[in-house]
């Protein structure tokens, strides 16, 4: 089946460090992606990973990916308020389905 | 910026009535896909076209039709338009017909009143 699963809030400290989860279910996707959505705003691509990888650091983003559990993770160090903003997990279908499923997102608030 | 163009940013319109949305994708990509995000559903996969022919479908309406022309660029039309037809569309291109990265557009937001 087709289904992406996030947590629908997270609220950190400015600084602190935010875990964003996510699983899936499809164990055919080759990529998995993280978009980001500021209020208003189109989707910004912010990092993907292979589904052969366990993991991806790209400044301050890492992505943990366990394809046993179907579980994807990205990791935001030293949190900021820019960082505000609702954060899509996505898999790619692959086996002729090129779409991406997204999950519902998750909105990260960031507090002083 | 993203590179993908889509026009108009803000649509309002009646019920019944057919709106076309229009997209412009990165330069050398030949795919584009068009996405609906809605409050109850979330962000849905429509539809891809790939150098002007349709690739893969997705929960499309019958009433939504889009196509790819020889520049590239694409046009979603919606008709018959309902109030649940309110949305944000997103327009999405990549650079092949495969799994590669798709970059997303601002969207045009639709208001069916």
């Known amino acids: 089946g087709e289904d992406v699963e996030q947590s629908l809030f997270l609220s950190v400290r400015e600084g602190d460090s935010s875990v964003i989860n996510c699983t899936y279910t499809?164990?055919?996707?080759?990529?998995l992606y993280w978009y980001k959505q500021e209020p208003g705003a189109g989707l910004q691509l912010l990092t993907y990973?292979?589904?052969?990888?366990d993991m991806k650091q790209d400044q301050r983003l890492t992505v943990l990916l366990n394809k046993k559990d179907k579980h994807l993770s990205l990791r935001i160090a030293d949190t900021q308020t820019g960082d505000s903003a609702i954060y899509f997990c996505a898999e790619h279908l692959s086996g002729g389905y090129n779409k991406l499923i997204f999950g519902a997102g998750t909105r990260l608030a960031v507090h002083p | 910026d993203s590179g993908v163009t889509q026009t108009p940013k803000h649509l309002i319109t009646a019920t019944g009535q057919r709106v076309t949305l229009r997209c412009s994708p990165r330069?050398?990509?030949?795919?584009v896909y068009w996405y609906q995000q809605s409050l109850d559903q979330g962000l849905q996969f429509l539809i891809q076209y790939y150098n002007g022919e349709e690739r893969a479908k997705g929960n499309i309406l019958e009433r939504f039709s889009a196509q790819q022309f020889p520049d590239l660029h694409s046009e979603l039309n919606l008709s018959s338009l309902e109030l649940g037809d309110s949305a944000l569309y997103f327009c999405?291109?990549?650079?092949?017909?495969?799994?590669?990265?798709?970059?997303f557009g601002p969207g045009t937001r639709l208001l069916v009143l």
């Open positions: 990973i292979f589904s052969n990888m």
């Open positions: 330069s050398g990509d030949l795919s």
């Open positions: 999405a291109s990549s650079l092949g017909q495969g799994e590669e990265t798709q970059y």
């Open positions: 499809d164990s055919s996707s080759t990529y």
